[in-house]
């Protein structure tokens, strides 16, 4: 996108805010960058440079814009629409990957070397793998500084950086204020709510339509790990450095998020994490103007636009869930995690809810008894089986992963079918061209809107969806009247 200059400057010019995220206006007389939508008037055109991250605008001597704030746009789509060593490596480093590991262990997750990976990443995003985690570190830095009441140390050791001083010089370089100054004129939208929650606002493009996409999450939920209270859907989250607790609710222009935090380190990471959950960096345009060409989905589009697909915080956590949902009921499979989250989960406190564990972790789950289990044998032995594989790291359903190769172990597996392959790669892997054609919800849909029912028919039919047949999927179960289409009332 950022190579087409002429593209680049109407973007500017009409402040099209769908283009936020997508590349980063520069402006050669005053040396800052911008997003797209920035509201001051446009630079003249020769003084105009762009670029494709935040990260390479830094690297080039370009200060963050105070007006628009470009290191808080949403993240461009293609990172979640691709499954090439980039996208991948992009979405290892918002995971905090580098920050914990460094480069090497980047590189070692991604199965290449440092120098494949630092060159394949300035080619394209005109940063390395450091610049881009600095840029994540900085925006981190921001947060806390404006929605918290930590020390200055404090913030500078919980985003990530190695000592107070090269915080002060990095805040001071990306964004042309001290810290404490930030702290002094910000706090703009962003409050702390309570001791020890951080309360900020997660953008996204528009439209954005969230039943389906808060309804799936709160009529699925596993008691405990999840709940509906006040209006937002609230779940624990198990992070690298501890655990948390967040609350999302929907807004007409974005999404209120609280986080708590037993570590103020985690905080980039679990904001990364739920804005994965909410797919909240897709481009609903794209999507649905590919998917409007097909007459029998047009009208479903033009009555709810911008529909997401609800992934999931742990790859893993997922898994093991869609194993406990085969040809069970939703109620009947939140029954099934419940009792394996109160035997094997990690118990927590929730003063502000009633949240009680975390999700147990495939180590807890290896010495599970297939016996406890209240269902039947062969179903038992896909839940272990699936466990000892994920334990053992096998098979990887994080951040980072191989989209075609997760798939290919998961079926290799015994007892896992197409319908539990492709469950995982729409909710864990996040790939957005997933298909479940077997579910029985979208067969239902398929009947009633006389689409082909068989699953091989409705697959051909639907390769014209490519490559947005997750995102079909959801305007396909929303013809339905089950829970997983609407928000509950408060």
């Not at 597996?413 to 909710?427: C, D, F, H, K, N």
Request: hydrophobic content about 40%; proline content about 7%.
């Amino acid at each position: 996108m950022h190579e087409c200059r002429q593209r680049c400057v109407r973007a500017v010019q009409s402040k099209d805010a769908r283009f936020d995220g997508w590349f980063f206006t520069a402006v050669l007389t005053t040396r800052i960058y911008c997003r797209p939508s920035c509201p001051v008037a446009p630079p003249k055109v020769e003084n105009m440079m762009f670029y494709p991250s935040a990260a390479a605008a830094q690297q080039a001597g370009f200060r963050a814009c105070k007006r628009c704030r470009p290191d808080a746009s949403p993240g461009s789509p293609e990172w979640n629409d691709r499954a090439d060593l980039v996208a991948r490596a992009i979405r290892l480093i918002a995971d905090g990957v580098v920050d914990r590991d460094g480069v090497p262990g980047l590189a070692a997750q991604l199965g290449y070397s440092v120098r494949q990976v630092q060159r394949q990443l300035q080619a394209e995003l005109g940063a390395g793998p450091l610049a881009l985690a600095r840029a994540q570190r900085a925006q981190t830095a921001r947060l806390l500084i404006e929605t918290s009441d930590l020390q200055m140390a404090d913030v500078a050791f919980a985003a990530g950086f190695s000592s107070v001083r090269t915080f002060n010089e990095t805040v001071q370089e990306v964004f042309a204020l001290a810290p404490t100054e930030l702290r002094t004129r910000s706090r703009r939208g962003t409050t702390t709510t309570a001791p020890g929650t951080i309360s900020l606002r997660l953008p996204f493009r528009a439209p954005l339509t969230p039943d389906n996409l808060f309804g799936h999450l709160i009529a699925t939920g596993v008691p405990g790990v999840e709940e509906w209270r006040d209006g937002h859907y609230r779940r624990t989250l198990r992070l690298p450095h501890g655990h948390g607790v967040v609350a999302l609710k929907p807004m007409p222009d974005h999404i209120t998020c609280q986080l708590s935090l037993t570590d103020q380190r985690d905080l980039a990471i679990a904001i990364s994490r739920c804005r994965r959950m909410l797919d909240l960096d897709a481009d609903p345009v794209a999507v649905d103007d590919l998917l409007s060409t097909d007459p029998v989905l047009a009208p479903l589009i033009a009555k709810a636009p911008g529909r997401r697909v609800p992934h999931t915080v742990d790859g893993e956590e997922f898994a093991v869930r869609a194993v406990l949902g085969q040809q069970v009921s939703t109620a009947a499979a939140r029954t099934h995690g419940h009792r394996l989250v109160l035997r094997h989960g990690e118990p927590i406190g929730d003063p502000a809810g009633g949240l009680t564990h975390l999700f147990p972790t495939m180590q807890a789950l290896a010495g599970l008894d297939p016996e406890s289990l209240a269902f039947p044998k062969s179903r038992r032995t896909t839940l272990t089986t699936l466990i000892e594989t994920l334990a053992a790291g096998l098979i990887d359903l994080g951040a980072g992963s191989d989209w075609d190769r997760a798939r290919e172990q998961l079926a290799a597996l015994p007892g896992i079918g197409p319908w539990t392959v492709e469950s995982i790669a729409m909710r864990s892997l996040g790939d957005p061209d997933a298909f479940v054609a077997s579910d029985l919800g979208i067969r239902y849909a398929a009947r009633a809107l006389g689409l082909p029912e068989a699953p091989r028919s409705l697959i051909a039919h639907a390769r014209a969806w490519r490559p947005w047949r997750a995102y079909a999927v959801q305007y396909l179960w929303a013809t339905g009247d089950h829970a997983i289409n609407t928000i509950p009332a408060e």
